[in-house]
């Protein structure tokens, strides 16, 4: 009898207090796309919306934009190696952060646009992501699918 609460007590200070928590659960996911890198250019820079994380909103030359679609641009001929793919060129800020880019990436999912370029103003080439999933503000994980 004392052996098995030896053993209960044991085993109640391992799993409360010895384990390795579980790993924590990525907010997004980004897969490759498997072509090249697209040219960043001013012209780019200049058509490309940013996200607002205040509002929750894509934003153009300072102005409200709902409906992103027009702004997708296509990744060229397909390739051995790469299919072509419908992508959104975004720019990003410098104080942007996983926390803004989970937002942003989310609106995307939620309007079917699976593959985004993350343009920096500084970088010469973007690569094209995919957006694999990205989990909401309760942890509930969406699988984008155009």
């Known amino acids: 009898m004392l052996l098995a609460v030896a053993v209960l007590v044991a085993a ?6 010895l384990r390795a928590p579980a790993p924590r659960e990525p907010d997004f996911e980004l897969g490759a796309w498997g072509g090249e890198s697209i040219p960043v250019s001013s012209e780019l820079l200049a058509a490309s919306p940013s996200f607002d994380s205040a509002h929750h909103r894509w934003t153009l030359n300072g ?3 709902n409906d992103l679609r ?3 641009r296509s990744t060229g001929e397909q390739t051995d190696t790469a299919e072509v793919v419908d992508y959104l060129p975004v720019r990003l800020s410098d104080d942007f952060g996983a926390t803004q880019m989970r937002l942003a990436l989310l609106t995307l999912v939620r309007k079917r646009i699976c593959h985004v370029a993350l343009i920096d ?3 010469e080439k973007a690569p094209v992501h995919r957006i694999v999933s990205v989990r909401d503000g309760q942890g ?3 699988s984008c699918k155009p």
């Open 63 to 65: 102005r409200a934009v």
């Open 121 to 123: 103003a500084g970088a």
């Open 70 to 72: 027009p702004l997708l």
């Open 140 to 142: 509930q994980l969406h």
């Open 12 to 17: 109640n200070v391992w799993w409360f207090f």
